[in-house]
């Protein structure tokens, strides 16, 4: 390509293409894909001159376990694996309003009430108002140092003079720019190149980075996508903004695992740790209604009991909604398939609503059976009985098929008061459920009209604990 021709880049996912098009072939954005002046010439090749030989070492560290930084939130370490990684680069990555100044100020107070040195960098709001923050979250007194910068250059200069810092926060990568780039702050090439000096300078300081990275559906500023295989680690900050939960989740993570959680509650006074997310996403006053079933689900290595949701009303004749919060519509669209095929309920002239209370949303194919449990309840208008729990995953034949850790999750929805679970019929010892917590009495399904049957059949005490699985 010759110098300065324009080029077509998606700003989700940094994608480059010739043409413009009104959605990306790689990210299926819509809307995404902007032109951008290219400065790189065409691949010149390596010439004559000769590189350093490189040093090639073994595979065992000298060091032994890597040094982390552990923030003292408990919910913050979970889900970086028990802390930052010393020269190590994160970014945290969600919606504007959610939370992310909040938490990156909590965790870069916590950590220097530690001793450990915390450089807060904002180029999105004033000293003042980042005051006014630490002082309703009554963090005044943290030895945090605050600077509002924008120019990578000016920041690098300052970083690199004095003591290096241990802790860096960057908030947020798509207001920083690099004088040597034209374009303007945010666009791919600005967030991709002002992230590589800051990710440049963290390896060689042995500072932790914490970028923050704004997600955007419209307007004209790259996504964190962009930035995600440049980083070590990438947090995502979940949540509904009008819930006061929240949810960080590792979604990649060099030196820790990425299917753990860490749970907050928004309060007038910061995030505040939620340490036993069970009891959260349920609705205890409520007694059972129909279309509503409690799935056991796993966070991480964490069970979490979560309430889900499904309403089946009859809808316009020919264009039934489904509209799904929480979870997977193409996962839903395969249970109702299911359910319609096995069990003989007409689904596809309803409209299905379905929604994971609490904002949280699941991943695990566990919840088919909650989900399907949810479904059936209020198709047929009854509600699963009281103190029942219910996880498996569903198969297109219509098998339900167990699923991991299955004694954890018996464990936690008996210590929630539990007292029945509809669960995958498994084999083996005490039908593959020992050691299964005595209080709960366990209704093992193979097949899912056996769940129809059992829930449109309870007697007055709810169902008892009869297996009409196959043994
Ligand atoms: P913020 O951290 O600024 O979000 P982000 O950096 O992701 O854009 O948080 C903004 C929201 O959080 C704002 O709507 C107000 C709310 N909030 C509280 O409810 N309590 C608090 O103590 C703070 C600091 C913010
Ligand atoms: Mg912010």
């Given at each position: ?237 979940e949540?509904e ?50 279309g509503a079933a409690?799935f ?10 979560i309430e889900i949701q499904a309403l089946v009303a009859?809808g316009?004749?020919?264009?039934p909604r489904r509209t799904v919060v929480g979870w997977d519509s193409g996962r839903l669209a395969m249970v109702l398939a299911?359910l ?7 689904l596809?002239?309803s409209d299905v609503f379905l929604n994971v209370a609490g904002g949280l949303r699941i991943g695990e194919p566990?919840a088919d059976?909650a989900v399907a449990a949810a479904i059936?309840?209020s ?15 569903i ?77």
């Amino acid at each position: 390509m010759a110098r300065n021709d324009p080029r077509f880049v998606c700003k989700t996912c940094g994608a480059t293409r010739p043409r413009w098009a009104g959605k990306c072939d790689a990210c299926g954005a819509w809307n995404s894909i902007i032109e951008e002046t290219s400065r790189e010439g065409a691949p010149k090749g390596l010439g004559k001159g000769k590189g350093r030989t490189l040093d090639f070492v073994d595979l065992r560290s000298a060091q032994g376990n890597v040094a982390r930084y552990p923030s003292g939130m408990v919910e913050l370490d979970r889900v970086t694996g028990g802390g930052l990684v010393r020269g190590s680069s994160v970014l945290l990555a969600g919606d504007p309003g959610i939370g992310k100044s909040t938490l990156l100020l909590q965790a870069a107070s916590a950590l220097a009430a530690n001793g450990v040195r915390a450089d807060y960098i904002s180029g999105e709001e004033g000293i003042e108002q980042i005051r006014l923050r630490a002082d309703r979250l009554g963090l005044t007194e943290a030895p945090v140092r605050l600077a509002t910068a924008t120019s990578v250059r000016d920041i690098l200069t300052s970083l690199e003079s004095g003591k290096p810092a241990d802790v860096i926060v960057v908030d947020s990568i798509q207001t920083m720019y690099l004088d040597t780039l034209d374009s303007a702050p945010g666009t791919v090439s600005q967030v991709r190149g002002a992230a590589q000096e800051l990710i440049r300078h963290a390896k060689l300081s042995g500072s932790v980075l914490l970028l923050v990275g704004h997600v955007t559906k419209e307007g004209q500023i790259a996504g964190p996508r962009v930035l995600e295989h440049m980083v070590d680690a990438v947090l995502y900050f979940e949540g509904e903004r009008n819930h006061q939960f929240r949810i960080v989740r590792a979604v990649k993570n060099r030196f820790g695992p990425t299917d753990e959680i860490g749970v907050f509650e928004m309060t007038g006074a910061g995030l505040a740790e939620v340490s036993n997310p069970s009891a959260l996403f349920l609705n205890p006053e409520r007694g059972p209604v129909p279309g509503a079933a409690v799935f056991a689900g796993i966070e991480g290595t964490r069970p979490v009991l979560i309430e889900i949701q499904a309403l089946v009303a009859p809808g316009p004749p020919g264009s039934p909604r489904r509209t799904v919060v929480g979870w997977d519509s193409g996962r839903l669209a395969m249970v109702l398939a299911v359910l319609e095929a096995h069990t003989g309920f007409s689904l596809s002239s309803s409209d299905v609503f379905l929604n994971v209370a609490g904002g949280l949303r699941i991943g695990e194919p566990a919840a088919d059976l909650a989900v399907a449990a949810a479904i059936v309840s209020s198709y047929s208008k009854r509600p699963v009985p009281e103190g029942s729990t219910v996880f498996g995953e569903i198969g297109l034949s219509g098998e339900v098929r167990p699923v991991p850790q299955h004694a954890a999750r018996l464990k936690e929805a008996a210590k929630l008061g539990f007292s029945q679970a509809i669960v995958p019929n498994v084999g083996g010892g005490r039908n593959g459920y020992e050691p299964a917590p005595a209080e709960i009495s366990l209704s093992r399904i193979a097949l899912i009209d056996e769940l129809a049957d059992l829930l449109a059949s309870p007697n007055e005490t709810g169902f008892v604990g009869v297996s009409v699985g196959r043994t």
